[in-house]
């Protein structure tokens, strides 16, 4: 062990020579003291979050957050573009006639492209980041419980002695 054995650096220990980490965290396991069923419902809703975060990076409607910009022209239901002085393309439903229209692709692969849609964006927003909200909410809930509640006792006995 030699020289670092006995050495502490100072400013790291608090009173009683605990670390200050330790006193941190023994401030928040004061502030969670009792909030079992919110940071559970928490952990399940961030468990949420992070599982359809890796479900969408595995789906196909990736490319819509990694891939490229383009822009494509649709004639008939086939949609028109071009990368790297190639063209490329893909069919959609409907027969409509576009002449601008916003495409993603993966510049690894431009063959697997698809449309830029506002609906597929606000569902995987929805899916992550709503859950994600909540948990935290419930965190903050949780933290200020016992702050709450010892607000609310020292109301009532203040009433009580009106």
Do not use: C
């Not at 401030?27 to 992070?50: E, M």
């Not at 439903?93 to 506002?118: C, W």
């Amino acid at each position: 062990m030699g020289r670092l054995a006995g050495w502490r650096l100072s400013g790291w220990h608090a009173a009683g020579g605990r670390l200050i980490l330790g006193v941190v965290l023994a401030r928040v396991r004061k502030w969670f003291d009792g909030a079992g069923w919110f940071v559970g419902g928490a952990i399940l809703l961030f468990i949420f979050a992070l599982l359809a975060t890796l479900i969408e990076f595995q789906s196909p409607d990736a490319v819509l957050w990694t891939g490229q910009r383009v822009v494509g022209t649709e004639q008939r239901g086939l949609i028109y573009y071009h990368w790297q002085g190639q063209q490329y393309t893909f069919s959609v439903n409907g027969v409509g006639n576009e002449k601008a229209i916003g495409v993603y692709l993966d510049p690894g692969s431009p063959e697997h492209a698809m449309l830029d849609s506002a609906i597929d964006r606000v569902v995987a927003v929805l899916l992550i980041g709503v859950p994600a909200a909540a948990g935290a909410g419930l965190l903050v809930m949780g933290g200020t419980r016992n702050y709450r509640w010892a607000r609310r006792k020292a109301k009532r006995a203040r009433e009580f002695k009106l």
